[in-house]
């Protein structure tokens, strides 16, 4: 199983970092140890005093692809999730001021909470049209469209396949909207596609 995320995919989020847009989907990977599931709580890291929450809609792949048409893409994926992808801001900025990967800010344990229930693709009417949120302590802090994405499922799903095989059970984190922001001890994150919750975890 891998974990595959997309970055720099909603224009606000580009433009709230200070981010150049890229002409094509921005790829990294987390590993499995990354995976943070049943609403287990998030224990800040002591290499990092600047921890973000970003919300996002992850896909489950359900067959094997490679090389994929962009039309034959939605038949690759059989169910949409949530996830957090938890960013190491300061750590990921001395890296990046230095020309070097920043797989640490991103891949640590812990980093991806992922919500255990997914909802079947069948039960959305428009996959571009998927709301989903993150609230802290109750307010909202991230809200996101799918609609809103530079790159949709399908052009992600065909353009990872071009450069890595996908396989049945694989994660893809699509990219998260506007909004991000640091967390703190004692915050509650709960996140919701449209009124559904299916994230809640304690920062401790």
């Known amino acids: 199983m891998k974990i595959l995320c997309i970055g720099r ?69 059989d169910a949409i999730g949530l996830g957090i992808d938890f960013t190491a801001r300061d750590l990921q900025s001395k890296l990046k001021s230095k020309g070097l990967p920043w797989e640490l800010a991103k891949g640590f344990d812990g980093s991806a909470p992922l919500s255990q229930e997914f909802i079947p693709v069948a039960d959305f009417p428009d996959l571009k049209n998927i709301n989903f949120r993150l609230e802290v302590n109750g ?25 890595i095989t996908l396989k049945m059970g694989d994660l893809l984190f699509t990219g998260t909207p506007s909004g991000v922001g640091p967390v703190k001890l004692g915050d509650q994150l709960t996140g919701y596609i449209e009124d559904r919750q299916l994230l809640n975890l304690a920062v401790k």
């Open 9 to 77: 995919n909603y224009a606000e989020h580009i433009a709230e970092l200070q981010n150049e847009t890229p002409d094509a989907p921005v790829i990294f990977a987390k590993p499995d140890t990354a995976l943070l599931q049943r609403n287990q709580p998030f224990f800040i890291p002591d290499f990092s005093q600047d921890i973000h929450h970003e919300i996002e809609l992850v896909l489950r792949i359900c067959r094997n692809g490679k090389n994929i048409e962009e039309k034959f893409a939605p038949t690759y994926f």
């Open 139 to 163: 307010e909202v802090r991230q809200q996101g469209n799918s609609g809103l994405m530079l790159h949709d499922f399908s052009k992600i799903i065909s353009y990872i396949s071009q450069f």
